[in-house]
T-cell receptor, first 112, second 115 residues
């Protein structure tokens, strides 16, 4: 079955870059997503990447996809205290309809 | 435009009771999915509905059911509540089933506590 793994915790200083990593097992994944969840809130879609892409950049966010190693990363440039949240990686398989499989989340703490 | 809305925001139920959670998708979105997020974990897929038909079901018992209405809003029903059903229930909407449905937007969730 599908499995998505993330490290639990990342701490960075304000102004530094953050890199959050994710690995997945389903080779039929078509889209891979990054969501942000602040305390007590729902999920905010940050960005997504199609599986035939290697990289996608959107303002401070850069997504890198290594399909061979099934590794996805999210880089946040110039990390701010407002970026402190839990970040979820999710994948959608080719035959899975709208079903997303999420990782356990990475808690990002940004220190001033 | 309003985002995905869910009601109620919080509720407390007793073991064995029944609960109904509601979701209104973004205007123009025809697909609604439900997820359960237990504290400290990532969301887990429960159901997807598109055009009032069930299009996907996760690994949840038959106590969980859902439906979608002609206006594309949806209800999630859970019978015979267990303590382990305590979670944040998230609804997500997307435009349609098919190649254009890659963007899913989540509502704020309903926090269910079972005592």
């Amino acid at each position: 079955g599908e499995d998505v793994e993330q490290s639990l915790f990342l701490s960075v200083r304000e102004g530094d870059s953050s890199v959050i990593n994710c690995t997945y097992t389903d080779s039929s994944s078509t889209y891979l997503y990054w969501y942000k969840q602040e305390p007590g809130a729902g999920l905010q879609l940050l960005t997504y990447i199609f599986s035939n892409m290697d990289m996608k950049q959107d303002q401070r966010l850069t997504v890198l996809l290594n399909k061979k190693d099934k590794h996805l990363s999210l880089r946040i440039a110039d990390t701010q205290t407002g970026d402190s949240a839990i970040y979820f990686c999710a994948e959608r398989a080719n035959n899975a309809g709208n079903m997303l499989t999420f990782g356990g989340g990475t808690r990002l703490m940004v220190k001033p | 435009d309003a985002g995905v809305t869910q009601s109620p925001t919080h509720l407390i139920k007793t073991r064995g009771q029944h609960v109904t959670l509601r979701c209104s998708p973004i205007s123009g979105h025809k697909s609604v999915s439900w997820y359960q997020q237990v504290l400290g974990q990532g969301p887990q897929f429960i159901f997807q509905y598109y055009e009032k038909e069930e299009r996907g079901r996760g690994n949840f018992p038959d106590r969980f059911s859902a439906r979608q209405f002609p206006n594309y809003s949806s209800e999630l029903n859970v019978n015979a509540l267990l303590l382990g059903d305590s979670a944040l229930y998230l609804c997500a909407s997307s435009f349609e089933q098919g190649a254009a449905y890659y963007e899913q937007y989540f509502g704020p969730g309903t926090r269910l506590t079972v005592t």
